[in-house]
């Protein structure tokens, strides 16, 4: 006889090299998942009509897991999910690449949807992380929205 398959665990990196979308999107798909959706965030140029040469991304690791984990917890009691996977980078990041991955799959597609268009939007709000913006008008740490204070 078979023991029954435990789900697969949800997945939260905090990583320094750079995220690998298509690794992302193979460790949330599952064959009872209708639909794995995908966010991908990346270093913008020009940005508020400035060329940004890089972003330095500096973060709390552990403390951005934990909030992760919770952040799925919460949108794991709005939707069902089948598997989350987030990935944040830190360090030095040039123009167009990938800082912040959010993959969510589920039965069907709103669920998913939702789930990931929430996510982002707490994560933005809720990592402790810090960027410093570096372009051709010199650089400066970039404000954040969280509600923790004006210097996340």
Same mark, same amino acid.
């Given at each position: 006889m078979?023991? &029954?398959?435990? &789900?697969p665990?949800d997945?939260?990196?905090?990583?320094?090299?750079?995220?690998? &979308?298509?690794?992302?999107?193979?460790?949330?798909?599952?064959?009872?998942?209708?639909?794995?959706v995908?966010?991908? *965030?990346s270093?913008?140029?020009?940005?508020?009509?400035?060329?940004?040469?890089?972003i330095?991304?500096?973060?709390?690791?552990?403390?951005?897991?934990?909030?992760?984990?919770?952040?799925?917890?919460?949108?794991?009691?709005?939707?069902?999910?089948?598997?989350?996977?987030? $990935?944040?980078?830190?360090?030095?990041?040039?123009?167009?690449?990938?800082?912040?991955?959010?993959?969510?799959?589920? $039965?069907?597609?709103?669920?998913?949807?939702?789930?990931?268009?929430?996510?982002?939007?707490e994560?933005? $709000?809720?990592?402790?992380?810090?960027?410093?913006?570096?372009?051709a008008? *010199?650089?400066?740490?970039? &404000? *954040?929205?969280?509600?923790? *204070?004006p210097?996340?």
């Amino acid at each position: 006889m078979t023991a &029954p398959r435990t &789900p697969p665990q949800d997945l939260f990196l905090v990583v320094s090299e750079p995220i690998e &979308p298509a690794t992302l999107l193979r460790e949330a798909a599952s064959p009872a998942s209708g639909a794995v959706v995908s966010f991908l *965030g990346s270093v913008r140029s020009p940005n508020r009509g400035d060329v940004v040469h890089h972003i330095d991304y500096e973060g709390y690791g552990s403390m951005m897991v934990a909030e992760m984990e919770r952040l799925c917890a919460e949108a794991r009691a709005r939707h069902p999910l089948a598997r989350v996977v987030m $990935a944040h980078r830190l360090g030095r990041l040039a123009a167009g690449e990938i800082s912040l991955a959010v993959v969510v799959s589920s $039965a069907h597609r709103h669920a998913a949807l939702q789930a990931c268009a929430e996510m982002v939007e707490e994560l933005k $709000a809720r990592l402790p992380v810090w960027k410093f913006e570096a372009g051709a008008a *010199g650089g400066a740490f970039v &404000p *954040g929205r969280a509600d923790a *204070g004006p210097t996340l």
